[in-house]
Structures are given as C-alpha cells and as structure tokens.
C-alpha cells in the first residue's frame, strides 16, 4: 500500500494526463466524419439503455459498474494480487456479457428484424388473403365468447412477422381452416391438446398443443397462472398477439408486445385484432392505446390458470 504522498502524487499525475489529452482532442481539427462516428456511438448507447430500462437486466449492469469501480480502486492502489484475479475477469468480458444479457441482445435483434428495415424484400412475400384472415379472427372471436361463458380455458396465438418455427415444433402439426368447431375441440376440457397453444397463421391454424416460453418478468403478480405467463412470454421474445382465456374465471385477456391487456371485451378485442393483423403496415394506431392502457397495470390483477 503506498502512503499517502505517493497516492496523491499518482492521482495528480492522472489528472494531469487526462486534462492534456482532453485539450488535445480539442486544439486540433475534427474531421467531419467523426462527427458521425460519434452520433452512432450516442445512439447506441441509448439504444442500450433503453432496451435495459425496466428489466432485471438494470440490476446486473449496476453490478457490472460496481465490479469497474472496485477495478479501478485496485489499480489506482496497485494491489497486484488482486490485479491480476480482475484482468482474466476483464479478458473474457464480452463472452460474460454476452451470456449475461442474452435474452436482452435477442430481442435487440428481433426487433432490428421487426422494424421498417425488414420490409425490404429481395423477393415478394405472400400477403395474407385478407378475406381468410378476416374470416378467421371472427370465427376466433366467437369461440373464445363462448369460452368465456363456459369457462373453458384457451391460449391462441397469432403469428405475424416473426416466424414460430421452433414453437410449432413443439406441437401437433394440423394446418387446417380456422373454424368454430375445430378450435372448439381442441380446447375441449381433458383433450390431448387442451393444455397447449394454438398457432395461426395467414388465417390457417397451423399447429395445436404448443408449448409457448413463459415470461422473464420476475415481478409478476403472484395470481398470473401458467397461461397468461406463457402469452406475455411469447409477446416478450415476437410480434405475435396472443389471446387468452381464463379457466378460472372465463375472462379475456391480450398479450402483445410485452404487455398484457386484462379483462378485455370481446368487442375491443375484435377491433384490436383486425387493426393489427388487418392493417396495412406502419399502422395500427391502437398500439399506442394497447400501451396507455397496460403502462399501469403490466401485470394485471387477475387470478390463478392451471
């Protein structure tokens, strides 16, 4: 441990340093690029945090920044032991935070994926037919009505951009027309599938008994059951909409980007689900709504699914 006149002496010598290198940056010119260069590192930066606002991830860079600070006290006071324990730490620092923030840098990129960027195409993709999906969203509605008055519990996915590949993997593969009847015995209370997920796309219920990821969120309600943790979940990691109904209770629930939306009507439900997956792109103006309404309830106070 050195004494104190060489501790300052050393502190001074770095405020020194660090003062030059500061009125160096400035005395000279910048060339126009790096007025840029430094914009994207702003922006990334920002993006960063935003995308680590709110979650468990802001615990762990907090963690993170207090493990730099203890870094530079040890090298500030030379403690060469312990300098050499944080140097294999700090070598393999991106793997460790690669592994830490997984989750957080998967979503960065699925919604890079979901953006307007993604509606560049080399080739055509098939739109869905307009009719077939409509026709499917009201035959959905009906269903998950009577549901409702039954209290039979449901978990029905709409697949958008983002494909659900792996998710249907898990399931029974039917790739049949959505009708009343159908969905109606999948769910019937004691069927193979009842316990699982069913997956529509462009209109067509493409798998049933899927098992869908539950949500990462570690302050939930302790009364959200299985169910509605597993549509936040799949709201959590795409851009599905994801409707839910409870056993319990018989209410209706909608899962979308990350927030859940409780107790809603059948009428709003309709509406929500044919201005998303009806609408042309960049629109959609409910989602804004679907925001202010769950910013204060993300969790809902709803009650226990099997």
């Not at 405020?15 to 400035?26: C, E, N, T, V």
């Not at 690029?33 to 468990?56: P, Q, S, W």
């Not at 951009?161 to 015995?185: F, H, N, Y």
């Not at 109904?245 to 009428?267: D, W």
Request: proline share 4%.
């Amino acid at each position: 441990m050195p004494d104190n006149g060489s501790f300052w002496a050393d502190a001074l010598s770095f405020l020194q340093r660090a003062w030059a290198i500061l009125l160096s940056l400035f005395s000279r010119p910048v060339p126009f690029n790096d007025y840029f260069d430094i914009l994207l590192v702003g922006l990334i930066i920002y993006g960063a945090v935003r995308l680590l606002r709110e979650t468990r991830s802001v615990q762990l860079l907090k963690g993170f920044f207090v493990v730099v600070a203890v870094w530079g006290l040890i090298n500030l006071f030379r403690m060469n032991a312990s300098r050499t324990l944080f140097d294999q730490f700090f070598n393999n620092l991106v793997i460790l935070l690669m592994i830490l923030f997984q989750p957080e840098i998967r979503s960065m990129f699925e919604r890079v994926g979901r953006s307007n960027v993604s509606s560049f195409r080399f080739l055509p993709s098939r739109e869905p037919d307009q009719t077939e999906l409509g026709d499917a969203i009201r035959q959905i509605v009906e269903t998950v009505s009577d549901f409702s008055e039954e209290q039979v519990g449901a978990l029905i996915v709409f697949e958008q951009e983002t494909m659900l590949r792996e998710i249907i993997k898990t399931g029974t593969v039917l790739d049949a027309r959505v009708t009343r009847q159908l969905v109606s015995s999948v769910f019937f209370p004691n069927s193979p599938l009842h316990d699982g997920a069913v997956i529509l796309r462009r209109g067509s219920l493409v798998a049933a008994g899927c098992i869908l990821p539950l949500s990462q969120i570690v302050d939930l309600e302790q009364k959200l059951g299985t169910r509605h943790r597993a549509a936040l979940g799949m709201s959590e990691q795409s851009d599905a909409m994801v409707v839910v109904v409870s056993e319990e209770t018989g209410q209706i629930s909608l899962a979308y980007k990350g927030h859940l939306r409780r107790e809603i009507a059948l009428a709003e439900l309709e509406e929500r689900l044919r201005g998303e997956l009806l609408a042309p792109p960049k629109t959609g103006k409910w989602r804004e709504r679907l925001h202010e309404a769950t910013r204060k309830q993300p969790g809902g106070s709803d009650e226990s699914d099997k």
